[in-house]
């Protein structure tokens, strides 16, 4: 998907206009305080662009999953706060819980270029989430132009990430959005070789379809967390009480042809770390022991990649020009499981040469806490976004823009 051919911030003139921006605002939040500003950090030069060019600015976004109705704790009132803070420009919060109520027309209606509005919690709106026509009317009835910048919900097709763009004349994506493209895009569509792309996660299901389109593009496929298990299961090995797709044992076994057959280098775990339960709460200490990933003890289950794996998929690693990283190699919130994520990300880390993208999620918030962050090309704000656009899917919220 190109973003060559749809307009960008750069080539609306927006002076004295009402610009709606679609933002993801969607932080952790604890007893009302936001605990991740990362989101907010991202919108920023959008805002500010649009803030210096003379628009109008209205920023809506959703929050967590209200449902349709109005939920005190997932209020956008934080986030208003914050961004105040962060763009020293007083930011009204229009609190209304039908999102385009009083409040909001009257916001707008009051506003001087440069002034910046923020909207209500779009998914207090049950038809927010089903692209419901009437919300989408009412979002357009606010503004002159519309600008996407959320690329964490550009795969959801919603009111205000789509349906309100078949009701404005002209419509952009932000600055963040065009960093997604051209960092995801280019590592899909024209990657410096050789291009690895390191995959894990509880779930093969999740992955299937990218683990197709990759196996096309990459050079290197290594696959690690909970999803390795079916594949070494569908190689015939003894992978005990690890998790297991069992309606995926085929599938499995076929990718592994494929990939020989495509000449892809498909690198699984060769040491897996075992215990014989599921840390319960997720940081408990466990007594865990490091085996031979096709001898997995019939009472025991896998829940990291082992010492061993670590050194094979970090010298791949370290040979590679572009990398792709989607999914936590282990059961990373646990101390003792989280060896295989860290040695990945110090391995991306130490090589500088590298593009290093990560595929956002829990392997972002995993980069983050483990403080890799700074280290990578670019890590992804949208963990499902990230993984349709590496399937080769057209994402909505990117598909509704003007065409240049």
């Known amino acids: 998907m190109s973003l060559l051919n749809k307009k960008t911030v750069d080539d609306i003139n927006v002076k004295g206009k009402r610009v709606l921006v679609r933002c993801d605002f969607n932080v952790p939040m604890k007893a009302g305080v936001i605990t991740d500003e990362n989101r907010i950090n991202a919108a920023l030069p959008t805002i500010k662009k649009l803030i210096a060019d003379g628009g109008k600015v209205i920023l809506c976004s959703h929050m967590g999953k209200p449902k349709g109705e109005p939920v005190p704790e997932l209020s956008l009132a934080p986030v208003a706060e914050k961004l105040s803070e962060k763009l020293g420009v007083a930011v009204k919060f229009a609190a209304d819980d039908c999102v385009v109520g009083e409040n909001a027309k009257a916001a707008v209606a009051a506003m001087n270029d440069g002034d910046v509005v923020l909207l209500q919690n779009t998914r207090y709106r049950k038809e927010e989430t089903k692209n419901g026509e009437a919300f989408s009317r009412e979002l357009a009835s606010l503004c002159d132009i519309f600008v996407n910048d959320a690329f964490g919900t550009a795969h959801r097709a919603h009111c205000s990430?789509?349906?309100?763009?078949?009701?404005?004349?002209?419509?952009?994506?932000?600055?963040?959005?065009?960093?997604?493209?051209?960092?995801?895009?280019?590592?899909?569509?024209?990657?410096?070789?050789?291009?690895?792309?390191?995959?894990?996660?509880?779930?093969?299901?999740?992955?299937?379809?990218?683990?197709?389109?990759?196996?096309?593009?990459?050079?290197?496929?290594?696959?690690?967390?909970?999803?390795?298990?079916?594949?070494?299961?569908?190689?015939?090995?003894?992978?005990?009480?690890?998790?297991?797709?069992?309606?995926?044992?085929?599938?499995?076994?076929?990718?592994?042809?494929?990939?020989?057959?495509?000449?892809?280098?498909?690198?699984?775990?060769?040491?897996?770390?075992?215990?014989?339960?599921?840390?319960?709460?997720i940081d408990a200490k466990l007594d865990v022991n490091v085996v031979s990933s096709d001898s997995i003890p019939a009472d025991e289950m896998g829940l990291d990649i082992g010492p061993k794996t670590v050194e094979l998929f970090s010298q791949e690693i370290a040979n590679a020009k572009t990398i792709v990283w989607n999914g936590p190699m282990g059961v990373a919130e646990n101390p003792q499981l989280a060896n295989g994520t860290l040695g990945v990300a110090k391995a991306m880390a130490a090589n500088e040469d590298a593009i290093t993208i990560i595929g956002g999620g829990d392997s972002a918030a995993a980069v983050n806490q483990l403080g890799f962050g700074d280290k990578m090309t670019h890590i992804s704000t949208g963990g499902g976004a990230s993984l349709e656009f590496l399937e080769g899917k057209q994402l909505p919220g990117i598909e509704c823009i003007s065409e240049k």
Request: charge should be neutral; glycine fraction near 10%.
């Open 161 to 281: 990430t789509v349906g309100v763009a078949d009701y404005v004349s002209e419509s952009a994506v932000g600055y963040l959005m065009g960093k997604e493209l051209k960092y995801l895009g280019n590592a899909v569509e024209d990657p410096k070789r050789p291009f690895v792309c390191i995959l894990g996660g509880a779930k093969v299901a999740d992955k299937l379809n990218v683990i197709e389109n990759l196996l096309g593009k990459a050079d290197t496929l290594i696959i690690g967390g909970g999803m390795s298990f079916t594949f070494l299961k569908a190689m015939g090995h003894q992978i005990g009480n690890s998790l297991l797709d069992e309606s995926k044992v085929d599938y499995c076994r076929d990718m592994l042809k494929k990939a020989e057959d495509k000449g892809v280098k498909l690198l699984l775990p060769i040491d897996t770390v075992c215990s014989k339960v599921y840390p319960d709460p």
